[in-house]
């Protein structure tokens, strides 16, 4: 106990539950294990296979490299050291790509993702303007928008970022339907949705939402902590989506919210912080909840509360990778059991 300031409250520590990596996470850095158990290393992997340091550090020190483009990998390598696509998924291009490179190609795109990109696809072949609500720039968007033929009379797909981009949006006689990106908060995309159902009364909705399970849970379970946070901690990374949804909803409804990557940017608890929620985005891992807590040990007296609101129970199959695939793409895509 002497290790404790005498001067700090004890500190009541809120774990929301569920939080931290979802099943398409697990699976595609389970997905690159594999690879590198199989094959040794290197290992190449476009984009980073999820959006957190720990884990991308992680595997590059296993001997992951991680490229933003096909040919960022030495000739030598191409068409016999693995390269995966991330959890994100890429467009079309990118596949042709590696196919014509016969390049020894894995697409670990998460399963709840590639449900959106045969949404995309089917509305095209069935002539709908399609309009996916998302981030522009964000990798899963960029893959889902180049899931579509181009067409440069009638564009197959416009991009809503906004309740204004919703309200501004002209139709031009087509049919429409919409789509979402998987990460998005779920209280901003309903207000988008909203605006669109009210101008456009006939608009075609996904037959089951595309915001992912674990997206919606890990929110939920910040929405129960957060009203009793004199502070939040969302473990995360900026260029993760489901990062800021999670600290933009800490910040509406706690006292104070801050993003931090793992302990090291532990901001100063002092005593006015008698009760602190901690969550983990699903790309951060459990070990930097963990960790966190190790830290916050030092100087405080620590209880622990976890906060279920609800299990997770969906799993993704895992693939069986070849020992070596040439002139195509080996799709690793599966659904839920």
């Known amino acids: 106990m002497s290790q404790h300031q005498p001067h700090h409250p004890p500190l009541k520590i809120l774990l929301a539950s569920p939080r931290g990596f979802c099943a398409g996470v697990e699976r595609a850095v389970a997905i690159v294990e594999q690879a590198l158990e199989q094959h040794g290393q290197p290992i190449y992997v476009r984009h980073q296979i999820v959006h957190n340091a720990f884990v991308v550090e992680s595997l590059q020190r296993k001997g992951v490299i991680f490229v933003d483009n096909l040919d960022d990998i030495p000739a030598h390598h191409q068409e016999t050291r693995p390269i995966i696509f991330s959890a994100h998924g890429v467009a079309k291009a990118i596949t042709r790509s590696a196919e014509e490179k016969k390049m020894f190609a894995i697409n670990a795109t998460c399963p709840l993702v590639e449900k959106v990109h045969r949404e995309v696809e089917r509305f095209q072949r069935d002539k709908f303007h399609i309009l996916l609500i998302g981030h522009k720039h964000h990798p899963e968007v960029v893959g889902t928008m180049g899931q579509l033929t181009p067409n440069s009379k009638l564009p197959p797909i416009t991009l809503i970022e906004t309740r204004t981009d919703a309200e501004n949006f002209i139709a031009d006689g087509r049919p429409l339907a919409y789509v979402?990106?998987?990460?998005?908060?779920?209280?901003?995309?309903?207000?988008?949705?909203d605006v669109l159902k009210r101008r456009f009364p006939e608009i075609l909705t996904p037959k089951k939402g595309d915001i992912c399970y674990a997206t919606t849970n890990r929110q939920n379970a910040v929405k129960a902590i957060a009203p009793q946070c004199d502070m939040l901690l969302v473990l995360g990374a900026e260029n993760s989506s489901n990062s800021m949804?999670?600290?933009?909803?800490?910040?509406?409804?706690?006292?104070?919210?801050?993003?931090?990557?793992?302990?090291?940017?532990?901001?100063?608890?002092?005593?006015?912080?008698?009760?602190?929620?901690?969550?983990?985005?699903?790309?951060?891992?459990?070990?930097?909840?963990?960790?966190?807590i190790e830290s916050l040990k030092k100087s405080r007296e620590v209880t622990l509360q976890d906060v279920p609101i609800t299990r997770e129970s969906v799993v993704f199959k895992m693939p069986k990778i070849a020992p070596k695939i040439t002139s195509k793409i080996m799709n690793t895509t599966a659904s839920a059991t």
């Open 245 to 292: 949804r999670l600290l933009e909803i800490a910040q509406k409804l706690s006292k104070r919210a801050i993003l931090i990557n793992d302990s090291n940017d532990l901001p100063e608890i002092d005593s006015s912080v008698q009760t602190l929620g901690i969550t983990a985005s699903a790309s951060a891992p459990e070990i930097l909840v963990q960790q966190t």
């Open 180 to 193: 979402t990106q998987t990460t998005l908060s779920l209280d901003d995309t309903k207000e988008i949705t």
